[in-house]
């Protein structure tokens, strides 16, 4: 199972951005789809939660500034980030669990700077 991500980038305080992560390969049958991010020196801490009947759960520092969402059909996950704040900025990555077992993407840079 491979995950491609995308959306990062760096943007000014305030500002907006849109990170996707596709899972293909292998038998997909993914349970729960996640964010995560680690800024530099910091431990890789949990951003936002989904499963598969749409259930979410968020870190409070994000609460109401961040939306996940997936598209089973397309074993896509999205995380919508408004209001961005200069402490977002970290590498951000996906997460599925697949059968029990977890697979993690490669990190894209989010860099909220003015």
């Known amino acids: 199972v491979q995950l491609q991500a995308s959306g990062g980038g760096l943007v000014q305080p305030g500002g907006s951005l849109r990170l996707s992560c596709a899972a293909s390969g292998g038998a997909l049958n993914i349970f729960v789809m996640a964010w995560y991010r680690q800024a530099p020196g910091q431990n890789r801490d949990v951003v936002a939660t989904?499963?598969?009947?749409?259930?979410?759960n968020y870190a409070d520092s994000v609460k109401g500034r961040f939306t996940i969402s997936r598209d089973n059909a397309k074993n896509t996950v999205y995380l919508q980030m408004n209001s961005l704040k200069p402490e977002d900025t970290a590498v951000y990555y996906c997460y599925i669990r697949n059968y029990g077992m977890g697979y993690w993407g490669k990190g894209t840079q989010v860099t909220v700077s003015s």
């Open positions: 989904i499963t598969r009947d749409d259930n979410t």
